[in-house]
T-cell receptor, first 116, second 111 residues
Framework: GAGVSQTPSNKVTEKGKYVELRCDPISGHTALYWYRQSLGQGPEFLIYFQGTGAADDSGLPNDRFFAVRPEGSVSTLKIQRTERGDSAVYLC??????????????FGPGTRLTVL | LAKTTQPISMDSYEGQEVNITCSHN???????ITWYQQFPSQGPRFIIQGYKTKVTNEVASLFIPADRKSSTLSLPRVSLSDTAVYYC????????????FGSGTQLTVLP
């Protein structure tokens, strides 16, 4: 079956611009996660959805970052007024259960965001 | 707050067994230990998870001593395609939903 997909695979933007990154989770997975990975580092948690609601957004670095999952499937990560420090790979993951993050999470290939 | 420590890098040769040890001194009583693998330009992939003693699957084995303060991921007879970053993870809290990654261990398999 299809895995987690993310679009675009690469996004280059200019400082100050707005970007949207999309995640299509595995069908039927109720839990969806966004992570950010900088070069040489492990992924860093941003936000977790259980169904349509953001159950934990404690990892979002500031109010320029926002994510939605209106129908409990596809999710969009939105970044306003991008800064060069936002450059990273943004990873999406989904899992079939939300009761524990240590149930297996399935990751997409990521979107590489470059802010010039 | 649980935290893991693992070697930054390891080298091995094809056909050898590789053991990567992770320390997690503050692991909580009910927490599982999970390992993920990440190839360049890909998202991490679940390898194995365990609570105590030994767990084995088609990819790896996980050894956990009785005190659970460390764990060892064992990869039998590695090949060049096993070159990747390996992450040892434990929950940051009992209610944690998200995975908390450290910097991982870069395993390089040489011919």
């Amino acid at each position: 079956g299809a895995g987690v997909s993310q679009t675009p695979s690469n996004k280059v933007t200019e400082k100050g611009k707005y970007v949207e990154l999309r995640c299509d989770p595995i069908s039927g997975h109720t839990a969806l996660y966004w992570y950010r990975q900088s070069l040489g580092q492990g992924p860093e948690f941003l936000i977790y959805f259980q169904g349509t609601g953001a159950a934990d957004d404690s990892g979002l670095p500031n109010d320029r970052f926002f994510a939605v999952r209106p129908e409990g499937s596809v999710s969009t990560l939105k970044i306003q007024r991008t800064e060069r420090g936002d450059s990273a790979v943004y990873l999406c993951a989904s899992s079939s259960k939300g009761t524990s993050g240590y149930n297996e999470q399935f990751f997409g290939p990521g979107t590489r965001l470059t802010v010039l | 707050l649980a935290k893991t420590t693992q070697p930054i890098s390891m080298d091995s040769y094809e056909g050898q067994e590789v053991n990567i040890t992770c320390s997690h001194n503050n692991i909580a009583t009910n927490d599982y230990i999970t390992w993920y693998q990440q190839f360049p330009s890909q998202g991490p992939r679940f390898i194995i998870q365990g609570y105590k003693t030994k767990v084995t699957n088609e990819v790896a084995s996980l050894f956990i001593p009785a005190d659970r303060k460390s764990s060892t991921l064992s990869l039998p007879r590695v090949s060049l395609s096993d070159t990747a970053v390996y992450y040892c993870l434990v929950p940051i809290s009992g209610s944690a939903r998200q995975l908390t990654f450290g910097s991982g261990t870069q395993l390089t398999v040489l011919p």
